[in-house]
């Protein structure tokens, strides 16, 4: 393997702490160690499940995020564009450190790392796995990887037949089949002793590399005996081959064989996913989805032989299909609540391929394409790490304050406010808790000691012991086209842009006519503040209020809180470049908004045009699998859209229809319920029973405190899909969040339900 030491300076503003600038302009890059300090201990796992440091005993919490740049889509589609993928990585990452996440997960394509027979293969693939490994570790980021996904390396293309024993089986039979095993076995073998050029040290004698998954999501098609033999034996090929480190195993999905997982004598710990707001949308999902996050139910926790033995880590959660900035605190929260000490987001977006956000749709995360969710992250890395493993803060709405963190849906806002950090992901009227002592401030949007003009995120670091800061710009952003839908390279979702935007900083250290001058490559930028204000580019600043003569970098040091960060690093994208393609719009049906959609795989819900001067018809089919409900939400508003206080609640009315044109409905279930949910999380509920014109009506007190469905769907299955019933009170028209129409279901019973409209008074 040729090792690739050399990346591009070009026009990326891009200076690494540890590169050698030649006068060609490349980055001579030498071999990456992390300090001897983190190679000193090891994370084990104690009798009672819990995560500790070998050193000293103490418990470990992890928060960060997956990132697949060195396989599959990401890798092909940075080809596409023509990007160095080494240099993409150190960009990315220098913004994943950025957010202050310590904590990096990928699930590995074997489909692109062995042979037919699990063989390791020398490739451009590992080597860059290998680079990003080196640079995660360089930032203080420790890894879990998991060893295979037994799926191709298409999505969202063609799978490419790459000659991998992948290919060979199907993953619902891989883990049965005593062939493909033996395979497994030489493949995990080889990884485990696998020599990481970048840092001299194999994966399993790498401490930062924290623990081994041995495969994600797996299908098991054998019995439990068979299952728990299977897993016995992987774990005991990594054993064989020196990992002596925490081993894990998915625990989320065959239900059917749960026991067969804690059965297993040789694995350490168990991993989980959660995504509250269900997948794959098609398009951008509003509302309040707080209350629907309160819990994580584990059905097993309390019956399960062996659960507290083992660690529990997250492997991938996210929120999807939102753009919110107030939902990864708590998420956080409500993981720390069941005892999570690993917790990472799948999937952070390269910078190259946010523009598009091509790599999964349903997902949507990056530092410059969305300021406001990545500063939520930030929010969130810094509240895991400080709530108590298993603490409770109660139920929505009385849960939006724990430790040093606040979240507010009305304001779209996550804050952690502590004695030495600020960071805010929108407006806030807050006061910094001690704007003296503060050493960091991340915030976008305005907040009583910075208000800035521009729509990108900002970073203040306190240099430490001085009273200099380094100020770091993120570019404009606008969003053009909702990102969750239809996706290629041809259509921009967001564009990033740089201006010139004015900034106004009030802190005692620098007061009111502080100098400032410009640090990152290119940046030739200073002056004198004037009442506070500069006006800046993107970009990285030093600010002191002493004189506009700077010390020397190297007699700066490092910022205090941010001590992974370079006095000089930037990494932003080409702005001002991207191929904009704007597609037209359909126009809204003023009857049912877009977030009125299916929330199950096996009913759908279509509009009936049957003509110009015909009304609006819905036609609900369903054939479902199971017992359980069909949900019907829509959203009355969200914060930015609320009924004048003055008109009251009334009464809350569905109309359903026997026949349109050439349609009929089987009619309305027994059971059926209408709902109104408010914006204190409170639902209440009453019977359908519909009159002679086929309408239901009713009135404000016929509806009963209930419990809420949550909807959209949460996954993995097994979570609860209810919320309890609250003692919120009964709010007015301009409280409503929501109207629901729950339906009961029989399995292999058909429906055919037509709906012209559901609206309140």
Not at 691 to 701: E, P
């Amino acid at each position: 393997m040729i090792m690739k030491r050399l990346i591009s300076g070009g026009t990326l503003a891009l200076i690494l702490a540890t590169a050698n600038v030649t006068e060609a302009g490349a980055v001579a890059r030498k071999p990456v160690a992390p300090g001897e300090e983190r190679q000193s201990y090891t994370v084990t796992v104690d009798e009672q499940g819990v995560m500790r440091r070998s050193d000293n005993g103490e418990e470990v919490s992890y928060y960060g995020t997956n990132y697949t740049v060195p396989f599959a889509y990401s890798y092909r589609a940075l080809g596409y564009l023509g990007r160095d993928r080494r240099e993409a990585i150190d960009r990315d990452i220098y913004h994943i450190a950025r957010l202050g996440l310590n904590a990096f997960r990928l699930h590995l394509w074997d489909a692109e790392l062995t042979d037919s027979e699990g063989n390791l293969l020398d490739n451009d693939h590992l080597d860059l796995l290998d680079y990003m490994i080196s640079r995660l570790e360089e930032r203080g980021i420790d890894v879990v990887l998991t060893a295979q996904t037994n799926f191709g390396n298409g999505y969202p293309e063609r799978n490419i037949d790459t000659g991998a024993f992948t290919y060979d089986f199907d993953k619902c039979n891989v883990h049965e089949n005593r062939m493909a095993q033996e395979i497994q076995e030489r493949y995990l073998m080889q990884l485990a002793e696998h020599v990481n050029p970048y840092t001299g040290r194999s994966y399993a004698g790498d401490r930062a590399i924290i623990a081994m998954e041995i495969n994600n999501e797996p299908c098991h098609s054998g019995t439990e005996k068979e299952v728990t033999a299977y897993i016995d034996r992987m774990a005991h090929a990594l054993r064989k081959a020196g990992f002596d480190k925490p081993i894990l195993y998915n625990v989320t999905h065959n239900p059917g064989v749960t026991t067969a997982y804690y059965a297993a004598k040789d694995i350490d710990g168990t991993t989980y996913q959660w995504y509250p707001t269900g997948l794959v949308a098609g398009h951008e999902r509003k509302g309040n989805f707080l209350p629907a996050i309160d819990d994580y139910t584990i059905p097993w926790k309390k019956t399960m032989p062996g659960y507290d033995r083992l660690a529990r880590v997250v492997y991938e959660f996210d929120p999807a299909d939102v753009l919110y900035s107030h939902l990864y605190p708590a998420v956080a929260r409500t993981f720390r609540k069941e005892g999570f000490q690993w917790i990472t987001q799948f999937a952070y977006d390269p910078i190259d391929l946010a523009p598009y956000n091509t790599e999964y749709p349903t997902h949507f995360l990056n530092l410059v394409y969305t300021p406001a969710k990545a500063l939520s992250m930030m929010v969130a890395a810094e509240a895991a790490r400080e709530i108590p493993r298993g603490a409770d803060y109660g139920s929505y709405p009385q849960n939006t304050r724990f430790g040093h963190t606040r979240i507010s849906y009305e304001e779209d806002l996550s804050e952690f406010n502590s004695p030495d950090k600020f960071i805010y992901t929108n407006n806030t009227p807050t006061n910094p808790a001690d704007t003296s002592g503060l050493q960091q401030i991340a915030g976008h949007g305005n907040s009583p000691v910075v208000e800035y003009s521009g729509s990108g995120a900002y970073f203040l670091d306190r240099l430490e012991n001085s009273d200099v800061w380094r100020l770091e710009v993120m570019p404009n952003v606008t969003v053009i086209e909702d990102p969750f839908g239809d996706t290629d390279l041809k259509n921009t979702k967001v564009i990033a842009t740089s201006a010139a935007e004015t900034m106004r900083i009030s802190l005692p250290s620098l007061g009111m006519k502080f100098y400032y001058k410009g640090i990152d490559v290119g940046n030739k930028t200073s002056g004198q503040a004037t009442e506070g204000k500069i006006t800046v580019m993107p970009g990285t600043y030093l600010l002191q209020a002493a004189s506009p003569d700077f010390p020397a970098p190297d007699r700066l040091g490092r910022g205090k809180v941010a001590a992974n960060i370079g006095l000089t690093e930037y990494a932003a994208p080409l702005t001002d470049s991207y191929p904009v393609t704007l597609l037209s719009r359909k126009e809204a049906d003023p009857a049912l908004d877009v977030n009125m959609i299916p929330e199950a795989w096996n009913y759908r819900l279509e509009s009936l045009d049957l003509g110009w001067d015909a009304p609006k018809f819905y036609e609900l089919k369903t054939t479902p699998d199971s017992d359980g409900i069909t949900v019907l939400k829509r959203y009355v508003g969200d914060k930015m859209a609320r009924i004048p206080e003055e008109i009251k609640l009334n009464s809350l009315h569905a109309r359903f229809i026997e026949e349109a044109g050439n349609h009929k409905s089987t009619g309305i279930p027994e059971g059926t319920m209408l709902s109104l949910t408010f914006i204190n999380g409170a639902t209440f509920s009453a019977p359908v029973r519909t009159d002679s014109t086929g309408t239901a009506n009713i009135q404000v007190n016929e509806l009963m405190p209930s419990e809420g469905v949550i909807v959209p769907a949460p996954y993995p299955t097994m979570l609860a899909r209810l919320t309890p019933t609250t003692d919120g009170k009964r709010g007015e028209m301009n409280e409503i969040e929501s109207v629901t129409l729950t339906i009961p279901q029989k399995k292999g019973v058909s429906q055919n339900i037509l709906i012209e409209r559901i609206w309140v008074e």
